[in-house]
């Protein structure tokens, strides 16, 4: 007799809540009662299993769960490599002195009255210079941290400017997690997913910048206290070469940028370059015990460890270049968060509670809306940004290629709230760690980050207003409103030309402007 055959349903209401409250439940849990394990990879281990026992429940076998966990991760293989080799491109800046020494530079032109908006773009450039806010923060984030004290500045407003910072420059970067998981969960190039977020974090940062320069015209200037900035300033002068071509590793990362280069060729590139200026610069500082393949590849895999200064605050800096080995907290998360959607999304708890919505979506302003607060919704229940990339993009994918609209709007959105918004909750792996290093709950520094705020807002309402889109065919509406030709961003075959022509037929209905208008 043949094997029946399994019954596969949707879970219902309850059923797709469990997993999410899970998770929700034992992080706060973690974070605010017991205080002992503050991590978020055993809670996602947890719920990964509810998430299953569930599907199970709902007729799949574990092997078709399992599947689904496979799937999501192997989507994201590229960004979990690429997270391996950040980890060189971060010791290896410290060590060519090129993070030192934008450090150094930069506090020599912070006044009282520029803090802030020099500040915030210091942060940026550092979060663009080793692909990771987590890193700015706990580097130049606490540097400033000490510099506003000495200033007078509120903390509160400081720690505001650090987070906007560090978070522009991690999602500009080619070299950040986030970054690369966005574009890889969207099926996009990661070049055409940095282009499109130029066109909504670029206004903002700006629109920021200029906030934090009028508060900053009303810092009282007789609270500065000098001495902390020099006491940073000596400490890293002593122990390293600080003349400008230690900065080539940084140009060299910004010319790979420009020219497309794949991001793991364009890694490897940054790294050899400053290994090689560390060298030739840094020998008398770094490489003490001498320069041998084994000693370079201590350095890569361990960190800088042989630079100790006596100040604080930049003995913290120089302690987070971890290496590969400091980056294996954030892949093993990157794993199981990716892994803990792909169940999600295999059992159906995501089609139950989102896929309703979805159907109802028919305007590219109300699926960009969706899409973010479904990010922020998983935030903020799933505690982890990694989630609020990854559970959205496949629930939401096919939706923007029946809108006709590029895969890189997609993986944009993504981040406007999925990154950006991370840090907001103290409950959330992001909060919780930015809370621990800049000594202040996420409530606090919250009014005062002011690119984090103001992101999804700005890319909500203009694309409600049918401008800053990127279009399947590859043309962009500007923010003027005028659509102009340009190169498709990366997508797959299939879903390409289902865009493309949704695209044609939308313009044919007048439901989207042809180019040239």
Same mark, same amino acid.
């Given at each position: 007799?043949?094997?029946?055959?399994?019954?596969?349903?949707?879970?219902?209401?309850?059923?797709?809540?469990?997993?999410?409250?899970?998770?929700?439940?034992?992080?706060?849990?973690?974070?605010?009662?017991?205080?002992?394990?503050?991590?978020?990879?055993?809670?996602?281990?947890?719920?990964?299993?509810?998430?299953?026992?569930?599907?199970?429940?709902?007729?799949?076998?574990?092997?078709?769960?399992?599947?689904?966990?496979?799937?999501?991760?192997?989507?994201?293989?590229?960004?979990?490599?690429?997270?391996?080799?950040?980890?060189?491109?971060?010791?290896?800046?410290?060590?060519?002195?090129?993070?030192?020494?934008?450090?150094?530079?930069?506090?020599?032109?912070?006044?009282?009255?520029?803090?802030?908006?020099?500040?915030?773009?210091?942060?940026?450039?550092?979060?663009?210079?080793?692909?990771?806010?987590?890193?700015?923060?706990?580097?130049?984030?606490?540097?400033?941290?000490?510099?506003?004290?000495?200033?007078?500045?509120?903390?509160?407003?400081?720690?505001?400017?650090?987070?906007?910072?560090?978070?522009?420059?991690?999602?500009?970067?080619?070299?950040?997690?986030?970054?690369?998981?966005?574009?890889?969960?969207?099926?996009?190039?990661?070049?055409?997913?940095?282009?499109?977020?130029?066109?909504?974090?670029?206004?903002?940062?700006?629109?920021?910048?200029?906030?934090?320069?009028?508060?900053?015209?009303?810092?009282?200037?007789?609270?500065?206290?000098?001495?902390?900035?020099?006491?940073?300033?000596?400490?890293?002068?002593?122990?390293?070469?600080?003349?400008?071509?230690?900065?080539?590793?940084?140009?060299?990362?910004?010319?790979?940028?420009?020219?497309?280069?794949?991001?793991?060729?364009?890694?490897?590139?940054?790294?050899?370059?400053?290994?090689?200026?560390?060298?030739?610069?840094?020998?008398?500082?770094?490489?003490?015990?001498?320069?041998?393949?084994?000693?370079?590849?201590?350095?890569?895999?361990?960190?800088?460890?042989?630079?100790?200064?006596?100040?604080?605050?930049?003995?913290?800096?120089?302690?987070?270049?971890?290496?590969? %080995? *400091?980056?294996?907290?954030? &892949?093993?998360?990157?794993?199981? +968060?990716?892994?803990?959607? $792909? =169940?999600? !999304?295999?059992?159906?708890?995501?089609?139950?509670?989102?896929?309703?919505?979805?159907?109802?979506?028919?305007?590219?302003?109300?699926?960009?809306?969706?899409?973010?607060?479904?990010?922020?919704?998983?935030?903020?229940?799933?505690?982890?940004?990694?989630?609020?990339?990854?559970?959205?993009?496949?629930?939401?994918?096919?939706?923007?290629?029946?809108?006709?609209?590029?895969?890189?709007?997609?993986?944009?959105?993504?981040?406007?709230?999925?990154?950006?918004?991370?840090?907001?909750?103290?409950?959330?792996?992001?909060?919780?760690?930015?809370?621990?290093?800049?000594?202040?709950?996420?409530?606090?520094?919250?009014?005062?980050?002011?690119?984090?705020?103001?992101?999804?807002?700005?890319?909500?309402?203009?694309?409600?207003?049918?401008?800053?889109?990127?279009?399947? %065919? *590859?043309?962009?509406?500007? &923010?003027?409103?005028?659509?102009? +030709?340009?190169?498709?961003? $990366? =997508?797959? !075959?299939?879903?390409?030309?289902?865009?493309?022509?949704?695209?044609?037929?939308?313009?044919?209905?007048?439901?989207?402007?042809?180019?040239?208008?």
């Amino acid at each position: 007799m043949d094997k029946k055959e399994r019954t596969v349903r949707l879970p219902n209401l309850v059923e797709a809540w469990i997993p999410i409250v899970t998770m929700a439940g034992l992080m706060l849990y973690c974070l605010n009662v017991d205080g002992v394990y503050v991590d978020a990879h055993l809670p996602l281990v947890v719920s990964m299993c509810v998430a299953c026992v569930i599907g199970v429940l709902c007729g799949h076998t574990f092997q078709d769960m399992l599947q689904g966990m496979i799937d999501r991760v192997y989507n994201t293989l590229e960004a979990i490599l690429i997270l391996c080799t950040v980890g060189f491109l971060v010791s290896s800046f410290m060590a060519a002195g090129t993070i030192p020494a934008m450090i150094y530079y930069g506090l020599r032109l912070l006044t009282p009255k520029l803090f802030l908006p020099v500040g915030c773009i210091l942060c940026a450039v550092t979060g663009l210079a080793c692909g990771s806010s987590w890193t700015t923060t706990a580097t130049v984030g606490l540097a400033f941290v000490g510099i506003g004290a000495g200033l007078g500045i509120n903390p509160a407003l400081t720690a505001g400017m650090i987070i906007s910072g560090a978070y522009v420059g991690d999602k500009f970067s080619p070299l950040s997690d986030t970054t690369n998981l966005a574009a890889a969960v969207s099926n996009t190039g990661l070049f055409d997913h940095v282009r499109a977020m130029v066109s909504t974090t670029g206004p903002t940062f700006l629109i920021a910048l200029i906030l934090y320069a009028i508060l900053g015209i009303n810092v009282d200037a007789s609270a500065y206290d000098p001495t902390v900035a020099q006491g940073i300033e000596e400490a890293i002068a002593a122990n390293f070469n600080l003349n400008v071509l230690v900065l080539i590793p940084l140009i060299v990362v910004i010319v790979v940028c420009i020219v497309k280069v794949p991001a793991l060729p364009g890694i490897i590139l940054s790294v050899a370059c400053a290994i090689v200026v560390s060298i030739v610069f840094q020998g008398g500082h770094v490489w003490t015990d001498g320069v041998s393949i084994g000693h370079i590849f201590d350095l890569l895999h361990y960190g800088l460890s042989t630079v100790e200064t006596g100040n604080e605050v930049v003995d913290s800096i120089l302690g987070k270049a971890g290496g590969m %080995d *400091g980056t294996m907290w954030t &892949i093993n998360l990157v794993l199981l +968060a990716v892994a803990y959607g $792909g =169940a999600l !999304e295999r059992c159906g708890c995501v089609e139950k509670l989102f896929g309703g919505l979805k159907h109802k979506l028919n305007s590219p302003g109300s699926l960009v809306t969706a899409t973010l607060l479904t990010s922020v919704f998983c935030d903020a229940t799933m505690c982890d940004q990694f989630l609020g990339i990854s559970v959205p993009a496949p629930l939401y994918a096919d939706k923007y290629d029946e809108l006709g609209l590029a895969r890189n709007t997609l993986s944009r959105t993504l981040e406007d709230a999925g990154t950006l918004w991370s840090p907001m909750f103290p409950w959330t792996g992001c909060g919780a760690y930015q809370s621990a290093i800049l000594g202040m709950s996420p409530f606090t520094y919250f009014p005062f980050a002011f690119v984090n705020l103001i992101n999804p807002i700005y890319a909500a309402i203009t694309v409600y207003l049918g401008r800053n889109i990127f279009w399947a %065919d *590859g043309s962009y509406t500007n &923010i003027l409103g005028k659509t102009r +030709a340009g190169s498709p961003a $990366g =997508a797959p !075959e299939e879903a390409h030309k289902i865009a493309v022509a949704a695209l044609e037929e939308r313009r044919a209905k007048g439901l989207a402007p042809k180019i040239g208008q």
